[in-house]
């Protein structure tokens, strides 16, 4: 049973420029949430899509923007790429609401130059 | 936004039980706590959760106070594959991650 996919491992992309990051959650699960994890800091919240809609978001500017299609899997799209934004986006997936644990991929690794 | 407290760092000797306190005093009745780990450059690794009763699974233990304002997670018998940061999240339909305790295993 795969978990949670994400692509691409690897990304370096330049200031200024466009990136999607892509996750396709584990089998069962209807929800997606996105993290941003600095560089020796805790994975921070950039928001989460059931059915299709963004139902919760962190404290991340528009330039963060994502999708969630039928077959629940996701999207992680970034615009106007700043150095700072350069981390690793970790999706991690779930049923529903509290109690169920989270299941997360391994990450991208985003470098902006 | 962590609603946890943890301490920054310990060391645990192969073997022992590792006993990972952390404070959560604002929880509310219907929150859940969850412990993740994370071991260098991967995604955290769900361990266990609970809402008031302790838990127990393959890879740990979580009590839980009888106020909810503490847990402790207990890994019985670390080993040097269990080095990693340990996570105390309060879930509010999403984890709310703070900075973690860094555990080292020593051989």
């Known amino acids: 049973d795969a978990g949670v996919t994400q692509s691409p491992t690897h990304l370096i992309k330049t200031r200024g420029q466009q990136v999607t990051l892509r996750c396709s959650p584990k089998s069962g699960h209807d929800t997606v949430s996105w993290y941003q994890q600095a560089l020796g800091q805790g994975p921070q919240f950039i928001f989460q899509y059931y059915e299709e809609e963004e139902r919760q978001r962190g404290n991340f500017p528009d330039r963060f923007s994502g999708h969630q299609f039928p077959n629940y899997s996701s999207e992680l799209n970034v615009n106007a790429l700043l150095l700072g934004d350069s981390a690793l986006y970790l999706c991690?997936?779930?049923?529903?609401?509290?109690?169920?644990?989270?299941?997360f991929g391994s990450g991208t690794r985003l470098t902006v130059v | 936004d962590a609603k946890t407290t943890q301490p920054t760092s310990m060391d645990c000797a192969e073997g022992r039980a590792a006993n990972l306190p952390c404070n959560h005093s604002t929880i509310s009745g219907n929150e859940y706590v969850y412990w993740y780990r994370q071991i260098h450059s991967q995604g955290p690794q769900y361990i266990i959760h609970g809402l008031k009763n302790n838990e127990t699974n393959e890879m740990a233990s979580l009590i839980i106070t009888e106020d909810r304002k503490s847990s402790t997670l207990i890994l019985p018998h670390a080993t040097l594959r269990d080095t990693a940061v340990y996570y105390c999240i309060v879930n509010d339909y999403k984890l709310s991650f703070g900075a973690g305790t860094t555990v080292t295993v020593r051989a």
């Open positions: 991690a997936s779930s049923l529903g609401g509290q109690g169920d644990g989270y299941t």
